[in-house]
């Protein structure tokens, strides 16, 4: 079980503030050229500084190949890449062992500009094993550490076993994580394990597969160490649990008796989100596997479960992606990336011959049928009671994006599970705007998360589309964003101090539970984390400029911190 909270979670009647940054674009001054562990400490002191109650990152599970936080290898491993990497940090691993492979000259390099994984992966990696291999040479087997490390493999065994040899053979594959194209031996972990046990270099493998073990083990406790210093300083650390699972991950492969292999889940065209021009056509195809809830009912939902009770042990605060998902998913029966860019080609009639005449849908029903809306009225219900029971004293917002149908809106209500609002999207049929007293207090307010563009990108786009068109849609839409904060002055060319400072408050201003700024939102910059329907290796690998407590005496910045600080204060949000 996880450790006691310390501090009361979301008081009732309280309003709370909080910050989002993935912690891969967090920066130190001895990282990896990659956020990690350390810098997610310092993270939490500057939002402690700031008045922010919440700290808000994306998923944080192991990637390989695709380095998508929504296309982990393992739903329950945590990232090696995310983990500091010093004397303290990790049992076995000395300075030496890290400048013989790491030299300050390397790290610089990697420290400019984004997240180059393709090396940064397999050098933390390579020292991460190699403290292993030390720490088996200077860790004696009765110390409290190798006793510590022999427990934290017995206790989680359900999991880490399968994950530990599935992450040995994408090592024996060289990096492909596909498992479908391994050989048959492979394809599952009976006859993986059997595999194992007969090969001639058995206590080779053995001691690599160990490896991984023992880099899970340091994760924890890790991560265990970044929630304890977030009860420290008084904030809350809020994780995601994604809604699908990587095609290419130990949970299909270990148990694909719960996935349907033959359907993508993803979304239907989306109007207001910025997408790639791939994605238009059919919408978004996220490339992973279908759920079968039917096997996952027929265990009591035990893997759903253990997944949520993971989560629980390092974040007091989870949002739930997709939420829509759990009612009903929307299927594509091709798959996902440049496959799905194909099919954007293709009409409705040449979609159906090379699918067997099937096109994407909704499973178990579209809301549009009022039967099948019923049906994805119960199974939603059923699968969000039992991750709400998972979860115990772990808060969980839900995000659900733009206008939901009514009976989902009676789910939330009739659970009392907070939502995510989205204030520049819920609009009326005449475009305007909700007034911002308006809008649910269980709730999470916020204008953009990793997949939207930032408030300086998105205004820039609205007030430039106005230009040309003075009676088109962004015209209009540029006149209710103004409207919503009060803005009686000509809109600047720009987000200008003042305008963003008039957001911020509108926003702190809401009956909402939590507000919450991406980094980019606070320091007013542009920087986007993700464009939906993008893929490839320049994605996911934007981070900031500076470590974040730098940011706060910088002459670019310190201004706009400062006033978002006091508008904190100011709105009722600030920490007691």
């Not at 990587?246 to 993803?266: K, M, Y």
């Not at 000509?490 to 200008?496: F, S």
């Amino acid at each position: 079980m996880p450790p006691p909270v310390l501090f009361p979670s979301f008081r009732p009647g309280r309003k709370y503030a909080g910050l989002l940054v993935p912690a891969f674009a967090l920066r130190h001054e001895h990282d990896f050229g990659i956020g990690d562990t350390l810098a997610l400490r310092e993270a939490i002191d500057f939002c402690a500084d700031q008045r922010f109650a919440v700290l808000q990152i994306l998923p944080v599970y192991e990637t390989v190949g695709d380095h998508s936080p929504y296309n982990a290898i393992s739903t329950t491993a945590l990232s090696p890449a995310l983990l500091a990497l010093t004397e303290e940090d990790v049992p076995g691993l000395t300075a030496q062992d890290i400048e013989s492979t790491a030299p300050e000259s390397w790290l610089a390099r990697l420290r400019v500009g984004g997240v180059s994984y393709n090396s940064v992966n397999p050098l933390k990696l390579q020292i991460l094993l190699g403290a292993h291999r030390g720490f088996l040479e200077r860790i004696p087997a009765g110390d409290p550490l190798a006793r510590e490390f022999a427990d934290f493999r017995e206790n989680r065994k359900d999991w880490l076993e399968p994950y530990t040899l599935f992450r040995l053979l994408i090592r024996e594959y060289e990096g492909n994580p596909n498992w479908t194209d391994w050989r048959p031996e492979h394809q599952s972990f009976a006859e993986a394990s059997t595999w194992l046990e007969r090969h001639p270099e058995r206590e080779r493998l053995l001691r690599i597969r160990e490896g991984f073990a023992f880099i899970q083990w340091v994760a924890h406790r890790q991560w265990l160490k970044v929630r304890a210093h977030a009860e420290e300083r008084g904030v809350m650390l809020m994780g995601e649990m994604s809604f699908g699972v990587g095609r290419c991950s130990a949970d299909v492969w270990n148990h694909p008796e719960l996935f349907d292999l033959d359907w993508n889940v993803g979304t239907r065209p989306i109007t207001y989100f910025d997408t790639n021009k791939d994605s238009e056509r059919w919408g978004q195809n996220w490339g992973l596997p279908a759920y079968r809830w039917e096997n996952h009912r027929s265990t009591d939902f035990a893997w759903l479960r253990r997944r949520v009770v993971s989560a629980r042990q390092y974040f007091h605060v989870c949002r739930l992606d997709h939420l829509r998902g759990y009612f009903r998913a929307y299927m594509f029966p091709w798959p996902g990336g440049a496959r799905h860019a194909e099919f954007s080609k293709l009409t409705e009639e040449a979609a159906k011959q090379l699918t067997g005449g099937r096109l994407p849908r909704f499973v178990p029903g579209s809301d549009e049928d009022p039967v099948s809306a019923k049906i994805n009225d119960l199974q939603g219900r059923s699968l969000i009671a039992t991750i709400q029971e998972a979860a115990g004293d772990m808060y969980l917002f839900a995000e659900i994006m733009g206008e939901m149908p009514g009976y989902m809106r009676a789910a939330l209500d009739d659970l009392r599970l907070a939502n995510l609002t989205f204030p520049q999207l819920e609009r009326r049929p005449d475009r305007s705007l909700h007034p911002k007293d308006s809008f649910r207090v269980l709730s999470l307010a916020t204008y953009a998360n990793h997949d939207h563009a930032p408030l300086a990108a998105f205004y820039l786009h609205l007030r430039e589309n106005a230009r040309q068109d003075p009676q088109g849609v962004a015209a209009k839409d540029l006149e209710n964003l103004l409207a919503f904060v009060g803005w009686n002055q000509p809109p600047p060319d720009t987000l200008t101090d003042d305008l963003l400072t008039a957001l911020v408050r509108t926003l702190f201003e809401t009956p909402c539970q939590l507000a919450v700024l991406m980094s980019s939102d606070l320091l007013g910059i542009a920087q986007r984390f993700n464009l939906p329907g993008s893929y490839g290796a320049g994605t996911w690998s934007e981070r900031l400029e500076l470590p974040l407590p730098v940011y706060a005496t910088h002459a670019g910045y310190a201004g706009r911190i400062a006033t978002a600080r006091a508008l904190i204060a100011a709105t009722g949000r600030a920490p007691v």
